[in-house]
């Protein structure tokens, strides 16, 4: 992927196809977890892929190309969220989010119970492999923050099961 | 950070909940360091779910037309300066270098469907040329629906180029030849497989009302796309905002590469040249059937900041000039495309400018501050005229001298306001006045939530140092 990036800041345009397609389902699911429909998170990563074109030239570091576009995607998606909250539309349904459903009755009680800003952190350390320094460096936070939410988001699940599982037990 | 320090954030936070060797287990299951496998984990499978997020057909789609529109905008925020350079050559055009031939008009007025493009055609001795050494094909293909037929005419091409001949012709009395219109190009290898990128295209904006219009589609091969592909497939398209599209029109037709294959001459220059004190390298020049380019690049030593050379045109042994008609801006330099000579053969040319448009680089920043509107910084000829939000964007008028001998807009891309946040403008409009002052209007996307002091910075200004200067160099050809 660095090959590509370092190429594509050269103006080749095919790495940069390849670049863009090798990052698409990463960038689509995060989108997809933000945006909660299908349509939206299209979009997202149209325009997100649209602003890295424009912007590749501009890239500092090719090694680090996933979190520079990542950061373009979850800009966008914060812009859009905003947008929408401002002019009115509802968020999608969240039942539209089929992953947010998991089986287990405790998991999905302490998912849906968590709040977004944790949620996120958890999506993209946990499940997108991003590291600390990136998540700060994507969410503009210091890394102290990043690693205050981590520790509350896990609390935070730790209590709903813990809740859930005294229900049960 | 590693798989370790991700471990002790997990468990550093010892508890004796019941659930606690649920979760370690789990996060250990996501790390895939230790754990028992076959029992599942409940983060794993929040994390299986998220990772199983069924994936929609319109991903490649949307990758394919984000590259498009970053190309297209690309393009577009280059194009005043595009415009100014292809305003440039208009207007050394019409100072009356141009000759049509008459046996070169008449064999184009006999291809069917050519005739409505002789008069741009003349336009460019150097595409002139190039049909008469028998670079057109004539492709006539054609697409009807809702009553308005597309129609690719015929195609100049050459490894670095293709020209396309298009019209759109109202067929259903009543029927309206689209507006708004987007043109998407496909391309294809010769196995069939479509090119993704590597390629710009130009011209081809919204036509104008009538039941014919006849336009010219140019699609630029970046040098890494050679040689050029065999196949073409140009579809016209109104997309909608959201990049849904309303209406299309596509013909697909194959390119006679064999006519220009091999047709290309590459030159590496060194020549140093000045001009109002400056100093730049014209670096190399590719000759092409259909255009030629040159690269030049400017010393990074230079005191002023350079938007680019105004008044260049090229000169042979004969006195045939050979105008610019376009040039892309790099952060390295410039290439700037001028008519092609390749066919006459020249021994030698003369690169000649009248001027350096620049700024001091200490003028390029301006800052505005929002509530009182005073403007700080920046050319001492730039006036502020006011400020206005158009939804959620927000743009600023502002009027400066301006000479029409040099055809140049004002821009700027970026503003970043108190908080630090940045805007990136999508909108020029210029308008100029008799008394040569030009009026410009830039619009900020998303600008209604700029707080307090702005601060700008030009990237284009229509000021010109005059200093004429004039660069020989010899061609490669015998």
């Known amino acids: 992927m660095t090959d590509w990036a370092a190429k594509a800041r050269r103006g080749d345009d095919s790495a940069f196809a390849e670049l863009a397609h090798a990052c698409k389902e990463k960038l689509y699911r995060i989108a997809f977890a933000y945006l909660r429909n299908e349509a939206d998170a299209l979009e997202a990563v149209q325009e997100t892929v649209c602003r890295a074109y424009q912007k590749i030239r501009k890239l500092k570091e090719p090694e680090h190309v996933l979190t520079w576009i990542t950061r ?30 998991p089986s287990d009755p405790d998991l999905q009680a302490a998912v849906r119970g968590l709040d977004p800003k944790y949620r996120q952190i958890v999506i993209l350390m946990y499940f997108e492999g991003y590291t600390l320094t990136e998540i700060a460096s994507l969410l503009d936070l210091p890394s102290g923050t990043v690693k205050t939410r981590l520790h509350k988001a896990l609390q935070e699940l730790r209590r709903h099961l813990g809740e859930g599982e005294d229900a049960h037990g | 950070m590693d798989e370790e320090k991700k471990e002790t954030l997990l468990r550093s936070d010892e508890q004796s909940s019941p659930l606690e060797g649920k979760l370690a287990d789990s996060s250990a299951g996501n790390f895939e360091s230790s754990g028992e496998k076959d029992k599942p984990t409940t983060l794993a499978e929040w994390k299986q779910c ?36 292809s305003a440039a050559a208009v207007l050394v055009l019409f100072l009356g270098s141009v000759r049509v031939s008459p046996a070169f008009a008449a064999y184009i007025s006999q291809i069917p469907g050519l005739e409505s493009f002789v008069e741009w055609l ?100 970046m040098e890494e796309n050679n040689p050029a592909p065999q196949s073409l497939e140009v579809a016209m398209v109104q997309e909608a905002a959201t990049g ?196 410009q209007t830039i619009t900020f996307q998303g600008g209604k939530e700029m707080k307090g002091t702005l601060t700008f910075r030009i990237s284009g200004y229509p000021r010109v140092e005059r200093s004429p200067f004039t660069v020989e160099f010899e061609t490669p050809f015998p």
């Open chain 2, 244 to 439: 849904i599209t309303a209406g299309e029109w596509k013909v697909g037709f194959d390119l006679d590469t064999a006519k220009f294959q091999g047709m290309r001459q590459e030159q590496e220059l060194h020549h140093t040249f000045t001009s109002a004190g400056q100093t730049f390298t014209l670096k190399r020049a590719i000759y092409y059937p259909t255009r030629m380019k040159l690269e030049i690049d400017s010393d990074p030593n230079n005191r002023l900041h350079i938007f680019g050379l105004t008044g260049l045109s090229l000169t042979d042994e004969e006195g045939r000039v050979w105008t610019t008609k376009t040039a892309t801006i790099d952060p390295d330099g410039w290439t700037v495309f001028f008519e092609s000579s390749y066919f006459t053969r020249p021994k030698r040319l003369t690169l000649s400018g009248l001027g350096v448009n620049a700024l001091p680089e200490n003028e390029r920043v301006l800052q505005l501050d929002l509530d009182s509107g005073k403007l700080t910084g920046g050319p001492a000829d730039l006036s502020f005229e006011g400020s206005r939000v158009n939804g959620n964007d927000r743009s600023f008028t502002f009027k400066m001298p301006y000479e029409s001998e040099h055809p140049i807009a004002f821009q700027m891309e970026k503003v970043t306001d108190s908080t630090e946040k940045a805007f990136e403008s999508h909108l020029f409009e210029s308008h100029q006045s008799d008394g040569g002052i030009l009026e």
């Open chain 1, 72 to 101: 373009i995607l979850l800009n966008y998606c914060a812009d859009e969220v905003k947008r929408r909250s401002r002019s009115g539309i509802a968020p999608a349904d969240y039942a539209a989010a089929a992953w947010d459903h």
């Open chain 2, 50 to 85: 998220y990772t199983e997020t069924p994936l929609p057909a319109g991903l490649d789609e949307a990758v394919r037309i984000g590259i498009e529109r970053g190309a297209r905008r690309r393009r577009t925020r280059g194009r005043s300066r595009l415009a100014a350079w």
């Open chain 2, 122 to 221: 003349t336009l460019d001795k150097g595409l002139q040329l190039a049909v008469d050494h028998d670079l057109v094909q004539e492709i006539g293909v054609s697409d009807t629906h809702d009553g308005v037929e597309f129609r690719v005419d015929g195609v100049i091409a050459d490894e670095a180029r293709i020209v396309i001949m298009y019209s759109f012709v109202v067929k259903t009395p009543g029927a309206k030849i689209p507006d708004q219109a987007h043109f998407r190009l496909g391309l294809y290898d010769s196995n069939g497989k479509r090119i993704e990128g590597g390629y710009a295209v130009s011209g081809g904006s919204s036509p104008a009302e009538g039941d014919t219009v006849s336009r010219v589609l140019e699609v630029e091969l």
